[in-house]
């Protein structure tokens, strides 16, 4: 089984490479505010998650620099998951508001959604659709 899972993943993780999207290009100045409005949120994952990759892959196409923890290698993270998110799954946003704490988001259609409608150009992709 363990075998299986690992043939899955590293076939995940390779065909992710291969068709790796291309990063959308911002002047200095604006990457430099998106990557402040994103500085506080983090994205627990683990590398080869299908639904971790799926929001992985929408970070790279918007070039969003979220802090990853993984948290089958990081023994605090895992204790920040479990007793912030509530359950040890992935893939789990925490999006850090320093007056109100943290807010923790699963579901990676979910985490997409939210990721999507803090960026203007992918509203104006989906407004062009
Ligand atoms: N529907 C969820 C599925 C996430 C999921 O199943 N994640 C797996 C890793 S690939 C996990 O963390 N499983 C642990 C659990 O369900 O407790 C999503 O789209 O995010």
Known sequence: MAGIR????????????VFSPKSIVRNSVLQKEIDQQFS???LFHYPACPFC???????????????????RNCETGMQDLIKG?????????????NNEGAIW????????????????EAQEINDAK
């Open 105 to 120: 988001m699963y579901e990676s259609s979910s985490i997409i959604s939210f990721l999507k409608s803090q960026i203007p």
């Open 40 to 42: 506080g949120f983090t």
């Open 53 to 71: 990759v799926k929001v992985r892959r929408v970070m790279k196409k918007y070039n969003l620099s979220l802090k990853l923890v993984d948290p």
């Open 85 to 97: 998110g509530g359950k040890l799954k992935v893939p789990c946003l925490r999006i850090q508001n």
């Open 6 to 17: 690992w043939i899955l993943g590293s076939l995940i993780l390779f065909l992710n490479w």
